[in-house]
Each structure stands twice: as structure tokens, then as C-alpha cells.
């Protein structure tokens, strides 16, 4: 086999989970806005670097950018080289890819296969993967989804954690949205990813999935927090086999104590996320529950919050959206310990 190997789109993803390294060759900027799954980022040029190589290039063409870039592409792949694969023996072999499979992905699949590694190429680049990502999520994916339905606090991202803790097929697209899907759902100092590099988490995880086997996902809408779900999947979720999880609501409120701290500890943040409400509930309902979070009275406020706002527009919401909901597998959970959920998990995953 003469390396380094060009390779079409289809055969790379037929053998994506084979290469020991996937090397995304573009910049910090590029790579941040999304990636193969599991790339990592060695840029032959930095953002800086390209923009004076481009701007070069349309001021005075090819040639004289090329002089410019080459210099500092020869340093970035020497240092990617001594400071991270130094130590790799003969047989490693990795997958390198740039926007479009050109002279960037090239200049360092040929460095790496000149030192005798079997280096691969994909061919067409991030571009051509990003087509796929998209023609295959324009699908509605032939899984058979088990859709945890609650109210707000009842557990659904616990119970999604310990179905997967004891081997079951989870989709947990908050996770990978970085969001908890409401008002209050944005986590602390994490931003949400680009609505690609989101596409990229759902498609990577749905390709790993046995088709035999059960799905769980919770009943999400369209968005979660700024991102979208893809219609596709949205479509088949909602058609999709249900699970009614039921929890007492002082339960509810203290495991919603629980999981939002950032929120219960911080009172000021909390009444800025609370003012997004006011359309719907006015500004006296607004202002008194902002009194409550000052006054540390958050067991009576999320008590409130779920009467009033969460549990009405989950009501209507999952009798719309979800077609086999009035058909859903009751769940009760006594409490919210552990036992509770793994017991719970148990059931579900053993049929």
C-alpha cells in the first residue's frame, strides 16, 4: 500500500473507530465550530497565520502566499510532530483531514507518511463529512426510542444516568446540548456548543446504537436551549413508544434544590433567568417570586414554579407532541434515593 492513502468519504466511516489518531489539521477557530468525533486539533496554520496567508493570496495570488505559508506550515507540522507523535511506533496510524481534503490535510498526511507511518487523507475533508452528518440525520433513524416522559423534577436526566451506568442504550441530548431544556436550564460557565458540533454528538452517538435493542430518551421539544433538534429525529421520537415517570411534587422540588444550586444559591441570577417569564405571568407574579428567591424562600418558590408555570405547560405539551403518550408505561418512584432510580432502571432495561 503506498501511503499516505486518499480515501472517499464512505470507506473512512466504514473504518472511523480503526484509526488510532484523527488529526484535524484546521484552525483553533474551525475546529471549535466542529469536528470529527474524537479529532483533535493540530493546525498547520493557527487562525492568524491563515488570515495573512489568505489575504496574501487574494492581494497578489497563489504563488506568493504559498512562499508565505509554506515556511510556517513546515514549523507547525515539525512541532505537532516532536511534541505529540515522537514516540509513535511504525504501525500507528492516523486520519487527517482539513476543510476540503486540499494542500492543508495534504501538506501533513505526506510529512507523515514520508516518515514511514500509514497515513490516510480523507478525501473532500470536514466538508465532505459535514454532507454526510447532514444526509444522514435528514433520516428518521430505524431505532426503537422509549421516551421517559415527567413533569419538571420528577428525575428523567437520573433515571436517563442510570440506565446507561447499567448498560442500556441512552440518548441524552441535554448532555450534549449542555443545557437542561428550560428557562433555568443553561449550566454555569459552560456555553452550549455550535448547533453542528451538536448534529455531530446526536449522529456519532446514533451510528453507535444496535438497532436490536431499546433507545431511552427523554421527551425534549424541538430546541434545547438555543439548539435544535433534527427534524428527523424529533419526528420519530415523538411517534415513539412512552414511559410516565411519576414522582411525588415535594420530591420534585427538593431534587429540583438539588440539581440547580447554581440557581438556588444565587439569588440575583436566579431572578434574572425568573424576569424571561413575565409575557406569560406578568410582572406582579414575577416581582413576588423574585421576592421569594431574595428571601431564601426557594422550597415554597419551586413549589410555585411548578404549579403555576412547569406543570401546565408540560400538560399541554406532552398530550400534543407525543402521539403514544395516553398508552405510557406508568413508572412511580417512592422517592428520589438512588435505589429508587436504579430499581426503576432496572425494570426498564430488563423489559
Known sequence: MKYPEVLHIDDVLSRLDEFDTIVDVRTPAEFALDHLPNAINCPVLDDEQ??????????????????????????????????????????????????????????MAHILARIGWPAVQLEGGYKAFRNRVNADLEQAPELDFRVICGTTGSGKTRLLDTLEAIGAQVLDLEQLAVH?????????????????????????RLRRFDP????????????VGALRVPAALMERMRASRCIALQVAREHRVQLLIEDYQHFACNAPALNA???????????????????????????????????????????????????????????????????????????????
Open 180 to 204: 437542561r431544556g428550560s428557562v433555568l436550564g443553561n449550566m454555569p460557565c459552560q456555553p452550549q456548543p455550535s448547533q453542528k458540533a451538536f448534529e455531530t454528538s446526536i449522529w456519532d
Open 273 to 351: 433567568q425568573l424576569a424571561y417569564l413575565t409575557d406569560l405571568h406578568g410582572k406582579e407574579k414575577i416581582g413576588q417570586w423574585q421576592q421569594m428567591a431574595s428571601d431564601g424562600r426557594m422550597p415554597a418558590l419551586v413549589d410555585e414554579l411548578l404549579v403555576a408555570h412547569y406543570d401546565p405547560a408540560y400538560t399541554r405539551s406532552i398530550h400534543r407532541n407525543f402521539t403514544q403518550y395516553e398508552s405510557a408505561r406508568e413508572i412511580a418512584l417512592p422517592d428520589i434515593a438512588p435505589a429508587s432510580f436504579l430499581a426503576a432502571a432496572r425494570a426498564l432495561h430488563e423489559g
Open 50 to 107: 491563515r488570515i495573512a496567508v489568505g489575504t496574501l493570496y487574494r492581494q497578489t495570488g497563489a504563488f506568493e502566499a504559498k512562499k508565505l505559508g509554506a515556511p510556517m506550515v513546515a514549523a507547525n507540522i515539525a512541532r505537532h510532530i516532536d511534541t505529540l507523535w515522537h514516540d509513535k511506533p511504525r504501525e500507528w496510524k492516523p486520519l487527517v483531514y482539513c476543510w476540503r481534503g486540499g494542500n492543508r490535510s495534504g501538506s
Open 212 to 223: 436490536a435493542l431499546p433507545v431511552f430518551v427523554e421527551s425534549e421539544s424541538k430546541k
